[in-house]
């Protein structure tokens, strides 16, 4: 294969507390037309390879190229994209909502071939997509036939001297567990259909695997071992056939949302073997130091993907993690149900840092509860930190405790920062909190249940263990008190400043 797999992919997930470093006017939100701005940065500033523009669920800038090249044409003279730099959209998926940006994505692909031509760069800028809630093959191939479809229609209906390639490789993210447990076998129908309708055959596959939204559906026990099932099926994909497979993680700051920080790269290297591509998101890159922490932990980052090997778990263990997936799945949706109602006021209240549409996705609370849906992962995420409690522990404890002897050594077997995780995140349990929740809904004793089967299970203390964590116990329980809109938003603000990532 004659090119290069970037390592690092920055996004647009909405997940920083700070103001951007790029930003002089002390605004944490990121406009749709300052992302181009924000993904020249992140090249630049960060030596990202990779800025993935995502037209699924929000406003994108479609002039996205022209400016790139036009505002910054002596960087990318350098650093040109498609070769030492990459842009890749996340397309919308049209099986789950209205397709209305899919042929102006398609045509800005088209286009930017032909202005970067023209300016004499001889690299195609864009070339591979991701299509998100991934779910068949066909989904996949029809995808690439639309686009050499409106590429051939161009060149027919709108002859301007260029002749557009007419491929487009995509990137499936799978979201779901089953998704993900079950990619290998979408991969070979791809495969096998691809070579069909082009003649060619595949050497290579870049596949995304999901870290919010898989633990927003099923807690967060069932989407870490998700994750590390479908990288051990990945593995053995590329060992079977032959074929290289760059895996994508899409995962936030916060543990529940994949854990990776620039505190926690080590950690995040352990636990996700075979990853190739990581995503640094908003919370990464903005809520710490610049220059002492973000670009030494991008530099290691980077080493430590190029060197990230699959470690593949055996059948046996294999069925075990799948055991304690689907105990965990089933305890947390017994644990979030009959909690959703009392969250509603504070995710109305959660700060907005992107333009976006209504979700929609995989989410199984995609329904209405009471007039409401559920919310983004993020949003869902900050949320429970803001109340005290953390989302890790929804239905963990009680879960742990049930386990075999089996399972729990199969868990911490592969899952070897586990009690390490647990003790990170309890730093921000809020005792007081959830005492305020428990008098207006005994509901969250099953929480609190939770908390203490935890401590038991790894031997530690839950709650705060500096003065900064008792600043965030104290405004949680603060928040969990007042009524007022406004002033909820100011004590979530807060709140993320003290734990460097909003949700």
């Known amino acids: 294969m004659d090119r290069r797999i970037p390592n690092i992919m920055g996004t647009q997930h909405p997940d920083n507390a700070n103001v951007p470093f790029f930003k002089n006017d002390n605004d944490k939100f990121v406009s749709a037309f300052n992302e181009i701005n924000e993904a020249y940065q992140n090249y630049s500033t960060l030596d990202a390879d990779e800025y993935m523009w995502d037209w699924e669920g929000k406003h994108a800038d479609s002039s996205v190229i022209d400016r790139l090249y ?42 930017a071939e032909d202005f970067a031509q023209d300016l004499g760069f001889k690299d195609r800028p864009l070339f591979e997509a991701i299509l998100p ?4 093959a066909e989904q996949l ?3 690439e036939e639309k686009f050499s479809s409106l590429a051939h229609f161009k060149s027919k209906e709108f002859e301007n001297g260029h002749e ?10 799978f979201e779901s567990f089953e998704a993900q447990f079950n990619a290998p076998d979408i991969l070979k129908k791809y495969v096998e259909i691809y070579k069909d309708e082009f003649g060619e055959d595949l050497t290579y596959l870049r596949v995304f695997l999901a870290g919010s939204d898989s633990a927003l559906s099923n807690g967060f026990l069932n989407s870490i071992i998700g994750n590390k099932l479908a990288l051990t099926k990945l593995g053995e994909f590329e060992n079977e056939t032959g074929i290289d497979v760059y895996p994508i993680a899409g995962t936030g700051s916060a543990i529940f949302r994949g854990g990776l920080s620039p505190l926690m790269v080590d950690r995040y290297l352990e636990e996700f073997p075979g990853l190739k591509t990581a995503t640094i998101q908003s919370a990464f890159r903005y809520d710490f130091d610049l220059e002492t922490v973000v670009k030494p932990a ?5 080493d430590g993907l190029q060197h990230n090997a699959f470690r593949i778990i055996n059948d046996d263990d294999q ?7 689907d105990k965990a799945a089933k305890q947390y949706h017994e644990t979030l149900d009959p909690l959703i109602n009392d969250l509603q006021s504070v995710f ?13 996705g995989i989410i199984g609370y995609s329904r209405d509860v009471d007039g409401y849906k559920m919310p983004r992962a993020i949003t869902f995420t900050g949320s429970l930190y803001s109340v005290g409690v953390p989302p890790e522990v929804l239905g963990t404890g009680r879960v742990l405790s049930q386990l075999t002897d089996d399972e729990i050594r199969a868990l911490k077997q592969y899952y070897p920062n586990m009690k390490h995780d647990f003790a990170h995140v309890l730093k921000y349990y809020s005792a007081d909190a959830l005492e305020s929740l428990i008098e207006k809904n005994a509901a969250w004793k099953g929480v609190k249940e939770d908390i203490q089967a935890i401590e038991d299970a790894f031997d530690i203390k839950a709650g705060p263990t500096n003065e900064e964590e008792k600043e965030h116990a104290k405004l ?13 938003e100011i004590l979530i603000e807060k709140m993320g400043l003290l734990r460097h990532f909003l949700g």
Request: zero cysteines; glycine letters at 2%; proline letters at 4%.
């Open 70 to 111: 036009s505002e910054h044409y002596d960087y990318f003279s350098k650093h040109p994209l498609g070769n030492d730099k990459f842009l890749t959209f996340r397309l919308p998926n049209i099986w789950e909502e209205t397709g209305y940006s899919l042929m102006q994505a398609m045509t800005t692909i088209l286009l």
């Open 133 to 136: 809630m991934a779910r068949t």
């Open 141 to 143: 191939v029809n995808m």
């Open 164 to 173: 557009n390639n007419d491929r487009l490789r995509m990137i499936p993210l």
């Open 298 to 302: 991008v530099a290691k980052l980077r």
């Open 319 to 325: 069925k075990t993690l799948l055991s304690v997936a």
């Open 348 to 360: 109305d209240s959660f700060p907005k840092r992107r333009d976006r549409h209504q979700h929609v």
């Open 476 to 488: 949680a329980n603060d928040l969990v008190r007042i009524d007022d809109q406004e002033v909820r």
